[in-house]
Nanobody, 124 residues
Framework: VQLQASGGGLVQAGNSLGLSCVASGSTFGIYGMGWFRQTPGNEREFVAGIHWSTSTVFYGDSMKGRVLISRGNAATLGYLSMNSLKPEDTAVYFC??????????????????WGQGTQVTVSS
């Protein structure tokens, strides 16, 4: 499966932004989908994840309460809705999926397929 995250851009602090993750190829058997972010020189950070069959969601501490992950329809695999954005939310945001049930959904190492990422810049 190939993934592509989109919807990033430049927003002012306090505003909202929605990201989409489109998948091409077979998505049958997905165990979970996650959103991560990364800034230069730092490790990729977990933002949100969803267990595919139960729709149980998980959120990282950095954006908890300000972000919502959801599954999409056939055209779009999933979404990440972000509100009350802060300058420290500036990062490249990635969507990822995993087919394995091993490991925590919050762990970046457990995801097998990654999109190229979309830049989110929050101005103060």
């Amino acid at each position: 499966v190939q993934l592509q995250a989109s919807g990033g851009g430049l927003v002012q602090a306090g505003n909202s932004l929605g990201l989409s993750c489109v998948a091409s190829g077979s998505t049958f058997g997905i165990y979970g989908m996650g959103w991560f972010r990364q800034t230069p020189g730092n490790e990729r950070e977990f933002v949100a994840g969803i267990h595919w069959s139960t729709s149980t969601v998980f959120y990282g501490d950095s954006m908890k309460g300000r972000v919502l992950i959801s599954r999409g329809n056939a055209a779009t695999l999933g979404y990440l809705s972000m509100n009350s954005l802060k300058p420290e939310d500036t990062a490249v945001y990635f969507c990822a999926v995993r087919y394995s049930a091993r490991g925590e959904l919050t762990s970046v190492q457990t995801y097998e397929y990654w999109g190229q990422g979309t830049q989110v810049t929050v101005s103060s």
